[in-house]
């Protein structure tokens, strides 16, 4: 015959609740004791000061040198005096210089003979193609107005190749072309206003240095009279290649 167990007096019948509720009791525990933290006490005393007395600082005084103020202004007085005008002042009186309506003009008449009148020479400057009589250069003398036209015209190249010279820092510089120059002969036979025009100023110079050698001439004549005359000749500046 089996004994029979009673149920409700059975012991391991809760035993897996039993081990859930120390389990979570343990994890609780253990989890308090991991965040538990702790600090150092340092040891201090603290002392309390009792001031029962005020210090009052003293402050020094210093006497400074300060000057007086000066005096206040003293109030002047002006003394006012009438004097009675006893001088008489004559007035000028403007008389007015524009003449009016009423005031009669002078008649005057003027004679032809009573003018002088001057007359003044004009220089006039003709060109070398329409003079009537050019410019005699030394040693044209007592030829035609054709054979003196020419022979100034051979005169004026041969003086340009006598006084010929190429200026060296054109040489240098490898400067070369024809240079066109103007001068006047005036009406005394000297030879002026030399003005020219070429590649370069350096050949420009010496062209007017040529023209500047020129002799004094007879003047050239329009209708009897001296004049200035114009006359124009080309420079050619040119070396010869190597």
């Not at 005008?85 to 003009?105: F, P």
């Amino acid at each position: 015959m089996k004994t029979k167990k009673n149920p409700q007096l059975e012991i391991g019948r809760n035993s897996s609740i039993y081990f859930a509720i120390g389990l979570n009791l343990m994890l609780l525990l253990s989890w308090r004791a991991l965040e538990y933290k702790t600090y150092e006490k340092t040891d201090y005393v603290m002392d309390i000061v009792n001031v029962d007395q005020q210090l009052e600082e003293d402050i020094p005084l210093i006497n400074a040198n300060t000057p007086p103020p000066p005096p206040p202004p003293v109030a002047i007085q002006e003394s006012i005096q009438i004097v009675e005008d006893v001088e008489e002042i004559e007035e000028t009186v403007i008389e007015s210089t524009e003449t009016g309506q009423d005031d009669a003009i002078a008649e005057h008449v003027v004679n032809v003979s009573d003018v002088n009148v001057e007359e003044v020479e004009e220089e006039v400057e003709v060109a070398f193609a329409i003079i009537e009589d050019v410019p005699v250069y030394p040693g044209c003398e007592g030829l035609s107005k054709e054979q003196t036209k020419a022979c100034f015209q051979a005169k004026i190249q041969e003086h340009v190749k006598r006084n010929f010279e190429y200026p060296e820092s054109a040489l240098q510089l490898g400067i070369q072309g024809r240079v066109s120059v103007v001068f006047v002969v005036d009406s005394k036979g000297f030879t002026t206003n030399i003005r020219s025009r070429g590649p370069d100023k350096i050949l420009e110079k010496e062209a007017e240095r040529i023209i500047g050698l020129l002799p004094k001439m007879q003047p050239g004549k329009q209708r009897g009279k001296p004049v200035k005359v114009a006359y124009a000749v080309p420079i050619f500046f040119k070396y010869a290649e190597q």
